[in-house]
Each structure stands twice: as structure tokens, then as C-alpha cells.
């Protein structure tokens, strides 16, 4: 029997295992395998209560390990593609970077290590975003999107850049240990507090898998517009809560397992700031409208909740 113990990213399960049985000349019922539907003679397989041949359980019931073919008794791992692997495969076999896949040609059609040190998946690899006129297509397109929902950033001047991941860090020092993106937000004030000029940059990490690059970098667009409209002093899990909703929103209209796996990542995010304040905006959106939030955001510095 298969028992969920933990979820941390990949499920983890405890497998009975199957025992022999060596069938009696004194047992005069007869024994049907619960694979094939044929009699048993000899000796058999029992199962989480069902029997089967040996040959039916090695060759089709029995789980086996993705990564090295044999068969699985005790602990294995379930990756959310469904790739299961003994436990002792956990931490010596990489995973890739955003998907989380064990990295082999059966997983995650190959791999490959980014020069910045990224080890990713040949799924993620192929969808990856790469050049600047394929980023800033997605960034038109989030913007339409963004602005159906009330968030208005075409009226803003916004360059987009792409970095690697050695910059990326260096420019969020301070912000974030280990960001997707990053949205560089300055401005002058005459005397008095009127503002007299911003400027917006929004650099993302180069070669993101495409789904997480959408999510980020609406993510990052959402803090533009808090720039603009809200109170600088906004509290943090409001903040990026707000920002990791419009990630949320933005992967909304896509019915894709690669789209699902980064929702369900922002879901079950334990960070008070990110994953909690996005699960509490969520929670208010939910039952008041985006609508309401946007106007709550524009006059108020600490949460409802």
C-alpha cells in the first residue's frame, strides 16, 4: 500500500512491498490473478490484498523506478509529472532548476547546464525565453491582458532587459536571494512631495522556461504599477502578495501542465511574504473582486486581514 508522508516540492510515498506466496496442495479454492484473470498455480504475488502472478506483477503492476528501471518497494518520490524513483536517487541525481524533474533522457528529455550554472531540463530548455523581441512580445501581451483587469502600465515608459542569473543577483542584492526578475523603480520630488520624475526599468533572468517567465514577469509589472499608485510604504506581504497575484492572473487563460506546476508552486509558497500575503490576496480577491483590492491598494498601507 502507497502512504503520503510528505510534500516538499516532490511527494514522498511508502510502498509496502509485495510478498511470495508459495501456494499449498491443502488450499483447495482457486486463486485468480487479479491482473490477467487466469488461475494461479504455484507461487504468486500479493499486493495491497490482490494476487497475481509473478511474472503479471513484475511486468505490469509493480512500480519501477524511472531513472533506473527496477522495481520499487518502500520509499520512492512522485514528481508532480508523475515520475516515480527510489528515495536513494533523492540528492544524487539532479533536479531541474524550475520544474524540478530528475534530470536524465528518460524524465526530462536530456539536460543542459546554462553558462551562469543553471542545470535545466530539455522541457524547460526548449520553451525557454532567449531574446529580447520574444520577451517584449509577452510583455505586450501581459500588459493587454493586465489592463483588462484594471492594471494600467502601457501609459508608462518601460524598458525590458534580459540578464543571467549572476547579474540578476546582483542587481536584487538586498531585495530577494534568488529573483526572476526585477523591476528598478526611481524617482525625483520637488519640495513639497510632488513627484517630478520616474523612471522603470524591469530586467528578467534570460532563459526561463516560458511559463515562469510570463508569471514573473507580470509579477514585475505589478510592482511597476504599485509604483505609481500606492503608498511606497505599503506593507511587504501586501506587496508582493499583490505582485504574485498578478502572476496568478496572468497564467489563468493557459490550460497547460507547465502553467498549473507554477501556480501550484505560488499556492503551496510557504514564505510569509510571497506565499502567505499572495494566498491572503488571493483570499480578499476572492471575495470582494480584484476591482477592490486595486482601490484598497491605493489608499492604504497596512492589510485588511
Known amino acids: 500500500m502507497a502512504r503520503k508522508i510528505e510534500k516538499t516540492g516532490i511527494i514522498i510515498f511508502l510502498l509496502a512491498a509485495a510478498v511470495f506466496i508459495a501456494a499449498s496442495a491443502a488450499v483447495a479454492e482457486t486463486i485468480i490473478c487479479d491482473y490477467c484473470g487466469q488461475v494461479i498455480n504455484g507461487r504468486y504475488m500479493v499486493s495491497e490484498g490482490k494476487n497475481y502472478h509473478v511474472d503479471c506483477y513484475r ?8 531513472l533506473c528501471g527496477e522495481i520499487i518497494n518502500g520509499e520512492y518520490f512522485e ?11 533523492k540528492g544524487v541525481v539532479p533536479q531541474c532548476e524550475y520544474c524540478r524533474r530528475f534530470l536524465s533522457d528518460k524524465t526530462s528529455n536530456g539536460w543542459t547546464r546554462y553558462d551562469d550554472g543553471r542545470l535545466v531540463c530539455g522541457f ?3 520553451s525557454a525565453i532567449k531574446d529580447i523581441s520574444t520577451a517584449q ?29 549572476h547579474a540578476m543577483k546582483d542587481l536584487a542584492a538586498g531585495f530577494h536571494a534568488d529573483p526572476l526578475g526585477f523591476a528598478n523603480l526611481e524617482q525625483t520630488s520637488y519640495v513639497g512631495g510632488l513627484v517630478k520624475d520616474r523612471s522603470m ?11 515562469e517567465f510570463i508569471s514573473a514577469l507580470a509579477h514585475e509589472l505589478m510592482h511597476t504599477w ?3 499608485y500606492a503608498d511606497p510604504d505599503i506593507d511587504p506581504a501586501m506587496r508582493e502578495g499583490t505582485c504574485n497575484y498578478a ?15 507554477v501556480v501550484n508552486n505560488m499556492l503551496s509558497d510557504p514564505d510569509p511574504i510571497y506565499g502567505d500575503g499572495f494566498r491572503k ?6 471575495s470582494h473582486g480584484f476591482a477592490a483590492w486595486l482601490k484598497y491598494l491605493k489608499k492604504h498601507t497596512e492589510p485588511p486581514w
Not at 511486468?59 to 524511472?66: E, P, S
Not at 514528481?79 to 536517487?89: I, L, M, P, Q
Not at 501581451?141 to 493586465?146: A, D, G, Y
Request: net charge neutral; with cysteine.
Open 79 to 89: 514528481d508532480f509529472w508523475g515520475n516515480k524513483v527510489h528515495a536513494e536517487h
Open 124 to 126: 524547460c530548455a526548449e
Open 137 to 165: 512580445a509577452i510583455m505586450t501581451e501581459l500588459q493587454r491582458t493586465l489592463k483588462g483587469a484594471g492594471i494600467e502600465t502601457t501609459d508608462q515608459d518601460i524598458p525590458l532587459y534580459l540578464v543571467n542569473k
Open 281 to 286: 490576496v488571493k483570499s480578499y480577491v476572492d
Open 247 to 261: 502572476g496568478y492572473l496572468a497564467l489563468q487563460s493557459y490550460r497547460d501542465r507547465d502553467a498549473q506546476f
Open 226 to 228: 504599485l509604483f505609481v
Open 59 to 66: 511486468n505490469h503492476v509493480a512500480f519501477r523506478c524511472a
Open 201 to 211: 526599468k524591469i530586467y528578467m533572468m534570460t532563459n526561463l522556461p516560458r511559463f
